[in-house]
Structure formats: C-alpha cells, structure tokens
C-alpha cells in the first residue's frame, strides 16, 4: 500500500485514480471541479481542499492536467507541491505537455533532490478505465522502476522513452500521427458511404486490408460501426478536439525548433482548428467526421 496524491481528476484522471484505489493504495485528491473529488472520495480517497495538501505526507504525487502552465501552476506556482512534499517522495506526471516544461520540472525536483518522471499515456478514456493504459516514460531509469508497480494498477505497458522530456517526445509523435490515422480514416469511410456502402463492411475490408489502423480496430468515428465508442453516444467523453489541438501544436513547434517537415500534421491541425472554431471543442476529437461530411447528421 502505498499513500498517494492524485491531482487532476478530469476524464482521464479519475478513472486512473480509481484503479489505484481499487489497487488498494491509498488516495489523496483534489481537482478543482469539487464533484470529482467528491466522486472519488464516496470510493475512499481522501479528499483535498488543494494540491499542496493532497501532496504532503504523499509518497507519490501523480498529475493529470490539460496542459503545459496547469502542470507547472501545480508543482512552481500557486499549487506549491514542489515545496509541500516529503524528501523523498516521487513525482509522476502523466499530463501531455511540452518537453521543455517537462525538462525545467525534472530541474526544479532534481534541486529539491526528488525524482520525477514524466509520463504521459495512451489508450484513451476506455483504457484509463480498463486499466489497460500505455505509459510513455522520461526520466531516470531507477525512478521509473519505483514507479512501476504503480504504473502497472493503471495500465499494461510501460516504455522508458529515454531521459527527462523524451516521454513527451514520443507521445507528441504519436498523438500527431493520431490525428493524421483518425482523419484519413474518416476521409475514407465517408467516401464509401457516400458511393454505396455500408460504414460497417467498408471498415471491415479495411481492418483486413492496408488501410487497417488503431482508429478502425478500437475507435471507429462513424456512427453506428462500433459500441462503446464515441461515436455510438454523440461523440461525448473521449479525447476533445481541443486537447488534440493542443498536441498537434506542441508537434508543429518542435518541428519549428529543429526544422522537421510536418506537412501532413500541419493540415490536420488546421482542420481541426476549423473544426473547434464551430463549437466543437470539447466533442471527441473522431467527431471530425462530421466536419469532413456535414450531412452525417441527417443520416
């Protein structure tokens, strides 16, 4: 058993706490929506009037926030968590941010003599609650290894990316390629359906073919083709087109930064920025169907 703080308890965050908790670890939390934390405290953890108190008496802090100055508002700023815990205590961030964020709070630990991974995940909502989540780890290999048996309550893979940051390399890249998959597959279903075939047939065909990808296997964005999925309940929930906005960006400066072509990343940024402008933010982010074919609604 270990104590935990869990702080940022969004749609990721509080699935994943909930398996630590169901891990029998225990669980201090805090979010600044308080009927998340009231949530998780009806299941055992308890719950925190802030980040600093969440986090002392912690022997792990983990965080899952939206984004770059959020985690660092939590761990240097107003959330003071750098200064509130133990020696000794280690610091897992599991927010996709920016690398050079990521590496200025492995510094800032690093001074205070406390480790500190940056960890961000794939997998999704339905993979945070499964359990079945992808861990993407910057930071020392020592530190990682204190992590795991928490990592492992939360999900089935863990990679050490390499050293502080490298986490969030990797999850850019992939989250890129993410969006580029998921628009190109909603490109192709829509122009089946709109020559004659059944969404359902078509993404089959294409499972078994050269076109299969993680959207067709596990995330189908045409509504009606696959239970369980974004799709098949308005889109709500999941990974909004804001957040993946968010990702594409952190690649398109990095691509900036050491002059990487990013053509395709590029454009998919630019649709769902469109997209967003609309209203559809907080839609998952598969919704973009719907933006590539505004007649889907009226099917």
Request: glycine letters at 12%.
């Amino acid at each position: 058993m270990t104590q935990i703080a869990f702080i940022g308890l969004g749609n990721m965050g509080a699935p994943m706490a909930a398996n630590l908790l169901k891990a029998g670890h225990q669980l201090a939390v805090f979010d600044l929506a308080s009927e998340a934390v009231a949530k998780l405290a009806q299941a055992g953890a308890r719950a925190a009037s802030s980040a600093a108190e969440a986090a002392a008496g912690a022997e792990v802090v983990i965080t899952m926030l939206p984004a770059g100055p959020h985690v660092k508002g939590v761990y240097l700023g107003a959330g003071r968590v750098l200064t509130a815990v133990a020696s000794g205590t280690l610091l897992i961030d599991c927010s996709t941010i920016d690398a050079e964020t990521a590496r200025a709070l492995h510094a800032a630990a690093a001074e205070r003599g406390l480790d500190m991974l940056d960890a961000p995940v794939s997998g999704g909502v339905a993979g945070a609650e499964a359990a079945t989540l992808t861990f993407i780890v910057g930071g020392e290999a020592a530190a990682l290894e204190r992590a795991r048996p928490i990592l492992e309550a939360m999900g089935k893979k863990i990679f050490h990316a390499g050293a502080a940051g490298a986490g969030q390399v990797a999850k850019m890249c992939n989250n890129m390629l993410l969006g580029i998959l998921m628009t190109g597959t909603a490109e192709a279903l829509n122009l089946g359906v709109a020559n004659g075939l059944d969404p359902k047939v078509l993404s089959e065909i294409m499972k078994a073919s050269s076109g299969n990808n993680w959207a067709l296997q596990v995330y189908n964005p045409y509504p009606g083709v696959m239970e369980g999925t974004p799709a098949s309940r308005g889109y709500q929930g999941g990974f909004g087109v804001d957040l993946l906005v968010k990702d594409l960006e952190l690649a398109l400066k990095a691509g900036l930064a050491t002059r990487t072509s990013l053509p395709l990343g590029s454009l998919v940024r630019q649709l769902y920025v469109a997209y967003s402008k609309q209203g559809a933010g907080r839609m998952d982010f598969s919704s973009i169907i719907k933006y590539l074919d505004p007649e889907l609604e009226k099917k």
